[in-house]
């Protein structure tokens, strides 16, 4: 349970040492209620109080990790419901899922098509994260072969191992245990031998109970048989039952504090209907999945869903953004174009990648405007005349280029005649609104 | 240590709106955050409108304005392709044509297609301005008497024109769609100005301004999130109306509905994407709590109506 600051301060040394960094025990006590430090910043508290806050300040929900290298997935440590209150840390995880059953070649072009999905979008590098085998053919021999098949077929993808059957899941974890692969599923049926073979491995257990009781009773039985790093599956399939078994887990571990529910949620989604099955993804992005279990995973599908993702998991409070500065595009000469933007992300993938496009080789001034786009910046005043030409003398760009004309965005064209009149000698040419007008526009000046 | 299902039960609600005549469709009206059953009545699904103009889709993207081919030309085909072959539950009438950079046509225009699509079709009729402020003050007036008694949503009322607007709705029946620009405190101030005038608040519908995927969308969804909240929690009466997203014009803006695979291979088909476009940045304001969507592709309008049926 969640303990107040009142009560932590009570096991706190109550010497006011300021060696945390705060001024009183207790003021550190508060930032401890709120999870917004660690007990260790303390260096006098006694070991069993340690204990004690160390478990009451652990995040509601636990990290959990899977997969080994660059491309480890990490889940849980989310506070909130809602991403205005705070950002949301960790992005849900895409799965695809490949049945034991499949022949050589479908289970190639899939695995193919996993290892292939990188797609760069707003500067960040966005994938398919984990492939999940399913144990189809019930015959624990075939599954170990398709997970060693897979697994060295594609060796940094994460793997999810789903089976109900312990023996197939020694086998299989056996061989790919050094991965640090999910095993899915514990059940009433088989937990024992389930959590033996996840903590013979030292990894994380996918575990199965319909419905909320009963998952909440099953976790605290696989964490007295010793396994503390879990997935959780209450069973919900359709849509209306994954947004309320997701939305009462988060509420129950964020807003209760109550450790039985506190492990990232895998869903299971796969539908016929690709389109549905994309809706239902867009669900467990928005509504709390760490894990979302796909069966096909078509380029202009992931595109999708990544966007999505990046949306709702981006920092609500700060705009993502890049370094004030001038850019080369290609190898720019002293009498290239030069053109400029702000330093929204969006914006400066966008305008770069259009740029890049025309295959002419430019400088494009990035101006700090706190992260805002064109249009908003230039609302919110960041993006005026007087502020664009103090930027470009301060730039030294005028050191590099032979000719004085700038290039500005088509939609604040109004402002050409201000900013000549601020940059004395140059002039100032309106591009087109859009930047996939761009290369068009370039080329037809180069 | 055993579960205790943490439910909410709010002081607040979502009001109903109700529109429409011959046919009458109905959204909002729920006490819950959205699909949460377990903590209040479901009253009704979100309702989707098919969009459709005054003037040939022109500046669609092909991947949407194909659709149509052969029933755009023309507002009154289009309505009635809407309502009877795709089975439209409402059709939002765009009166862009009266826009000063397009054809710039005039309020009587303007009355004269609504009249003649309100004489075609069954299913309730929302009347869209050109979004041009000045412009609209002018055309959604002559709309709204054109549809007098029709029981239609007419909108937009921004904060530059909402005068004449609102007192046009309230003369002739209709509800209203008042649209600020991405901000809640904006969005409260108008719906305040509005039901100043004597504007019933139950008869509003709040846009707080769309977005596409991948472009603002956060900004939207956590805008309808904090409303839908606000609405609930502090049973604040400026912010229980039903919800609007005006998805289609911002979603077929956008490059990924329009690019060919051939220049972007790592994006795959255009077909399927644009569809996909639309249909997850409307499921994610419904999530967050849009009742009312107004939407252009058919087969993005079918995944979702599929996936309400699931939610519900
Ligand atoms: C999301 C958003 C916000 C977010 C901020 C997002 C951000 N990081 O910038 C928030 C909610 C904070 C916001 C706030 C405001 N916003 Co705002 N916002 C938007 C919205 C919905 C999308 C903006 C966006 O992300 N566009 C995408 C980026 C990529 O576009 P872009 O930077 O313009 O780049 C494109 C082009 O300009 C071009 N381009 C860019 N650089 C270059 C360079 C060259 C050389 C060329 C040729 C082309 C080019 O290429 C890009 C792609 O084609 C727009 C409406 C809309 N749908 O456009 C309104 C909008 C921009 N906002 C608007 C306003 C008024 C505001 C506010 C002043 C009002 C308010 N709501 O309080 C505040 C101001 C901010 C402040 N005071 O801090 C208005 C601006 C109106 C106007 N014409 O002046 C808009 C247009 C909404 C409207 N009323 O129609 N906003
Ligand atoms: S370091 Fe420990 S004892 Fe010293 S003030 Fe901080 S909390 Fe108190």
Redesign the pocket.
């Known amino acids: 349970m969640a303990l107040s600051g009142v009560e932590i301060f009570k096991m706190l040394p109550k010497t006011n040492c300021k060696k945390c960094g705060h001024p009183t025990c207790l003021a550190f006590a508060m930032k401890l209620a709120q999870r917004q430090i660690s007990i260790d910043a303390c260096p006098d508290v006694s070991e069993s109080a340690k204990q004690i806050l160390g478990e009451a300040s652990a995040p509601p929900i636990r990290p959990v990790t899977f997969g080994a290298g660059d491309k480890a997935v990490k889940m849980g440590e989310e506070t909130v419901l809602f991403r205005h209150d705070k950002k949301f840390l960790n992005p849900a995880a895409f799965a695809l899922e490949i049945m034991d059953t499949a022949t050589d070649s479908e289970i190639n072009s899939k695995v193919e098509a996993v290892a292939t999905s990188e797609i760069d979008r707003v500067g960040q590098k966005l994938r398919i994260d984990a492939i999940l085998v399913e144990n189809a053919s019930k015959d624990a021999a075939k599954f170990e072969s398709v997970v060693k098949a897979i697994a060295a077929k594609a060796p940094e993808i994460p793997l999810i191992l789903s089976t109900t059957d312990p023996n197939a899941a020694e086998a299989a974890v056996k061989a790919v245990a050094d991965k640090k692969p999910i095993l899915y599923g514990a059940n009433e049926s088989n937990a024992e031998a389930m959590a033996n073979v996840a903590k013979t491995h030292k990894v994380a257990l996918g575990v199965y109970a319909k419905g909320l009781d009963a998952l909440a009773a099953f976790t605290e039985k696989i964490k007295g048989l010793g396994v503390s790093d879990m997935v959780m599956d209450s069973g919900a399939r359709t849509a209306k039952e994954i947004i309320e078994d997701n939305t009462l887990i988060r509420r129950a571990a964020t807003k209760k504090t109550f450790k039985p529910l506190g492990y990232p949620v895998i869903n299971f989604i796969q539908r016929d209907n690709t389109m549905l099955e994309t809706l239902l993804a867009a669900l467990g992005i928005t509504k709390y999945s760490s894990i979302i279990v796909i069966s096909s995973v078509e380029r202009w599908k992931n595109l999708a869903l990544f966007a999505l993702r990046q949306n709702i998991y981006t920092d609500p409070q700060v ?1 993502m953004q890049v370094e004030q500065k001038i850019y080369k595009l290609g190898e720019p000469t002293p009498e290239s174009p030069l ?4 330093n ?1 992300s ?2 400066y993938f ?2 770069l990648g259009e740029a890049e496009n025309s295959k002419v080789p430019c400088r494009l001034a990035v101006m700090d405007t706190e ?10 005043g960041k993006f005026t005349a007087s502020k664009i030409a103090q930027f470009i003398k301060d730039s030294g760009v005028e050191n590099e280029i032979s000719h004085r004309e700038l ?5 604040v064209a109004l402002l050409s005649g201000s900013i000549e009149e601020k940059l004395p000698g140059w002039k100032v040419t309106v ?8 290369p068009v ?1 370039l080329k037809a000046r180069a | 240590m055993s579960f205790v299902v943490p439910k909410e039960s709010y002081s607040g609600k979502v009001y109903e709106v109700s529109i429409g005549t011959e046919k009458v469709a109905n959204f909002g009206g729920e006490s819950m955050l959205p699909f949460l059953s377990f903590d209040g009545a479901v009253k009704n699904r979100p309702l989707i409108a098919y969009e459709i103009q005054d003037i040939p889709p022109d500046d669609w993207p092909d991947t949407v304005k194909k659709v149509y081919e052969g029933v755009s030309s023309n507002p009154v085909d289009w309505a009635k392709h809407c309502q009877d072959k795709l089975g439209a539950k409402a059709i939002a009438l765009r009166l862009l044509g009266t826009h000063p950079d397009r054809l710039n046509t005039s309020p009587e225009d303007a009355a004269k297609t609504v009249k003649d699509v309100l004489a075609a079709v069954s299913v309730p009729l929302i009347i869209l301005g050109s979004n041009n402020a000045e412009k609209d003050a002018m055309v959604l007036p002559a709309a709204a008497e054109a549809a007098k008694d029709k029981n239609c949503i007419i909108g937009k009322a921004q904060e530059a024109n909402y005068k004449t607007i609102v007192a046009a709705a309230m003369a002739n029946n209709h509800k209203l769609i008042a649209m600020s ?3 809640i405190n ?1 969005s409260k101030q108008l719906n305040i100005l509005i039901t100043q005038m004597g504007f019933d608040k139950e008869r509003l519908v709040t846009d707080p ?1 769309c ?1 596409a995927l991948g ?2 969308l956060d ?1 939207t969804y956590s805008v309808m999130e904090r409303i839908r909240l606000a609405a609930l929690t502090q049973n604040d009466t400026t912010m229980q109306q039903p919800l609007l997203g005006d998805v289609g014009m ?1 979603v077929y803006k956008t490059k990924e509905t329009q690019a060919p695979e051939a220049d972007l291979p790592l994006w795959g088909s255009l077909e399927e994407r644009a569809v996909a476009w639309e249909m997850l940045t409307a499921s994610a304001f419904m999530i967050a709590g849009a009742e009312f969507l107004i939407m252009r592709h058919p087969r993005a309008v079918e995944a979702l109506e599929k996936f309400i049926d699931e939610l519900m």
Not at chain 1, 431 to 438: D, I, K, Q, S, W
Request: glycine residues 12%; proline residues 7%; charged residues 10%.
């Open positions: 705009p053109l400029i933007t702000t929204f969006l914006t966008i305008v992260g805002l786009s064109v249009l908003t910046s230039w609302a919110a290039i500005i965005p088509g939609y591009g087109p609104r859009e930047a996939n007008g761009l526009f | 620009d991405l901000d904006l301004m977005s472009y603002g900004y911002y």
